[in-house]
């Protein structure tokens, strides 16, 4: 998941009308076929296997890398085999960001190492690193009300926590100072900055994400610090007035790299879309298996179910893999771009990207007129263990673009409570997945991907898809 | 805590003799000044707030390390601030051995990183490092009957799993991978030499700890994989028959160094001893939060507890803090040796040095007629949550050349179901130590030393020691 916010919506009731009872959007028998795709994905492993292929073969696949290709190659490979159509890559550019060497160590008053991550986009210090005394902000505000100047020479340390909450919303507070640090210290002087990772681990794992610059602020490199080592720095300070720390990134932009979002269809009966999608990339850190190899998993397996049902559903179902969706929706944008003209036809799109925990909310994005459609789907999923949720479902970082546009969306959301724990760190692999939970979204999901490839529509007109011009 | 078997022993019943009360080895008042330190103890954050002091002002102390002499410097200081008297250092030298860069890559047919840490005494693998086709073996056992010369050129892979147990038993079976993998597969022509790390973490952190070559057998590097990092591999070599692995490990002996045991005491009114240790050093990837520095915080503020009631025991209560533990127990064997003259004296030696979590049990190792002591000592911790172990108790790894030459040794030990979590890894760090845990242990160990310290003697007469020659 990108640096997207997850807004924290209270759940609320939606009033059921008397009238609800007489409308009915969906068809019997496509509840009884969303039923049995039910049935069969609770006793499937397919989307785990899936996991398991990717971030074995393939392991961690940076946006705009070699591996990021392998990747492209690997699903093309594995979507051909399911006998799903069109099977394609629409390839496009994104800048090319690469790691390279990362350290840091507090020199004194207390010599010991320290480990940190690059933040995604932060330029390098160089082969030497860099060395400066550290100045502790307890949040971004802090450092934003620092005077001009105040931090020449100096370290930026923002030592914000992040809340752990069951549905990511502690994450788009958190992130900002993931974004916002280096431009704010830089704007002041700072010669590098550090944060406390964003994230939940209690563990010694640095969160690496996205940063932004901003024109005519001074570059400067910026690290994310381990929880543990946050506290560790924040002890220092305690006992000592004056505490010196070097930094030393490997970290270089390679200019433009190929990157691209492979795509694969069931096609349907009318020219109508139901997309679904997760990300092909992940951070270079762990093996991206909770993110994203896990969306992959539910949302390919979920094609191959339906697939081998051997129905045609009245909507063409299109599952998109993303590239490059962790540097800033490159993949996102260049579907939006590419498909410009064909999204009025998109009906309804969603994306797997929050991990492998089981669903436990459904939430939609219908107009209010059709929301006894999302109770009717809602209904059919209920017994999976899931809850009514909002109307107000972001629907996933790659679906932004189709949602700013007017397209309708649903989140199946999982249980967020442990995402952040592993989330952009190298512990993120293959083991932390739980194979029943896998099984509970792949039902989940393949039950509400049949019917919305097959519910009466539309589902949004409100907010009309803007026109190509 | 080092290479040395905790052995599992089934805990057994004392037999209560009928003479049991008549027998009474605790006078009155020292039984109440022990439940008056127990008090104190319970409320006291001192030996939290010593782990703290050391693992932030001094951090990693590898043996033989300039860290490990600041830490030295650190324990003269704090001890001789607490009052303590005789408060000085015990030098001798030991092989300094660093760890250097460590980096490890599937080549093909799956590239990616791997985390590794290069085993303590390793020798490197040069710049360029090498590569090898990995064979996997199940166990140490398996490895050792491979033919000869069966892994030239290759590199072994010993994937064994080790046991999570609350006493810690499962260790010993572990570490023998860690300790015999290198030679095993050194005397079978391989270049190199993986294993799955002995530890119980699920998490991405490589568990490093000593290592040994024999004469005779090519020396060849050897490294641990994390956990996700060993299943990875035994994943790849599932899928594809050849998996090549190159591995770069800057590991380098650099001859010998200072290293020193740190001693301090509260004098008895006889001149016998009661030994309580933990060690100083730690390995250089944590803190050495768990491993040892909640040792030296628990047994440091149990003397300084026991000093401020002002009140002067029957045997001088001798406080040390081995150094260059994990390399060998070689403070262990350098304090033996000086004071070889001196064992007989030693009434009971007993170490702190498996963590910070709850001690649950007491272990003795008295001569059997005197077991009746155990169990008045036992009585009076009993209600801190603690069980009554085996008369076997191993006492702490720098206790074992005293327990081999006879001296009685206590343990209060300690929970290790989550040890081997944290244990010889990155993630040993302050914040994974509990406060209320921490008063329990110097409850236990301020109530238990005063009794050790002024109860009727002897505890062990049967295995005589050795006298000097």
């Known amino acids: 998941m990108v640096i997207r ?50 971030t074995t073969e393939v392991g961690p696949r940076l946006a705009g890398s070699p591996a990021e290709k392998r990747a492209r190659t690997w699903a093309l490979k594995k979507l051909k085999g399911f006998g799903l159509k069109n099977v394609r890559i629409e390839p496009f550019k994104v800048k090319y960001w690469k790691r390279g060497f990362q350290e840091a160590s507090i020199e004194s008053p207390y010599p010991q190492k320290l480990q940190v991550t690059a933040l995604g986009g932060s330029v390098g210090t160089g082969k030497k690193g860099l060395t400066g005394q550290v100045v502790r902000f307890k949040t971004l505000e802090d450092l934003k009300s620092a005077g001009k100047n105040s931090l020449r020479g100096k370290i930026a340390f923002v030592d914000e926590v992040m809340t752990r909450t069951q549905d990511g919303s502690g994450y788009g507070q ?30 010694r794992f640095p969160h690496t994400g996205q940063m932004n610059y901003e024109k005519d602020v001074p570059q400067i490199p910026i690290a994310a610090l381990s929880a543990p080592d946050a506290d560790q720095l924040q002890r220092a300070l305690k006992k000592a007035k004056k505490v010196k720390v070097k930094l030393a990134l490997g970290a270089e932009s390679l200019g433009e790299a190929d990157s691209g979002n492979v795509i694969a269809e069931i096609p349907g009966q009318t020219d109508e879309i139901v997309l679904i999608g997760a990300h092909l ?80 909310r459904f939430d939609s994005r219908f107009d209010e007129k059709y929301l006894y459609k999302a109770e009717e789907l809602f209904e059919v999923i209920r017994p999976l263990g899931i809850t009514r949720g909002t109307n107000r479902a972001y629907g996933g970082p790659d679906i932004t673009p189709l949602r700013e546009k007017g397209v309708a969306t649903i989140t199946l959301m999982q249980n967020g409570w442990d995402y ?37 529509g539309p589902l949004k007109e409100e907010e009309k898809v803007i026109t190509p011009k």
């Not at 704010?184 to 964003?198: F, Q, Y």
């Not at 893999?321 to 929706?329: A, C, I, K, P």
């Not at 797997?352 to 436990?360: E, K, N, P, V």
């Not at 932390?432 to 490839?453: G, P, Y």
């Open 420 to 456: 952040f724990d592993l989330h952009h760190t190298s512990n993120d692999t293959l083991d932390k997945i739980n194979k029943e939970d896998m099984r509970q979204n792949l039902a989940t999901w393949a039950s509400m991907v049949w019917m919305l490839a097959n519910i009466d």
């Open 174 to 203: 958190a992130v900002k100072k993931r974004s916002g640090a280096a431009v704010e210290a830089g704007k002041r002087g700072a010669i590098a900055a550090l944060i406390r990772s964003v994230g939940t681990s209690s563990h």
């Open 281 to 360: 990339d992940s951070w270079d850190l762990g093996t991206g298996a909770i993110d994203d190899g896990a969306g992959v998993g539910i949302t390919s397996a979920t094609a191959k179910l339906i697939l081998d049902r051997g129905k045609k559903p009245k909507r063409t179902i299109r599952l998109v893999l993303f590239g490059s969706e962790e540097v800033g929706l490159i993949g996102a944008k260049a579907y939006a771009k590419k498909h410009e003209s064909q999204l009025g036809k998109h009906f309804v799109a969603t994306e797997s990207d929050f991990g492998a925990a089981r669903i436990w």
């Open 5 to 54: 916010l997850l807004i924290a919506l209270s759940a609320f009731q939606f009033a059921v009308e008397t009238s609800f009872a007489a409308k009915k959007a969906l068809p019997t028998k496509v509840v009884k076929e969303a039923q049995l795709l039910q049935k069969i994905g609770e006793s499937s492993d397919l989307a785990y296997q899936i996991v398991e292929s990717l």
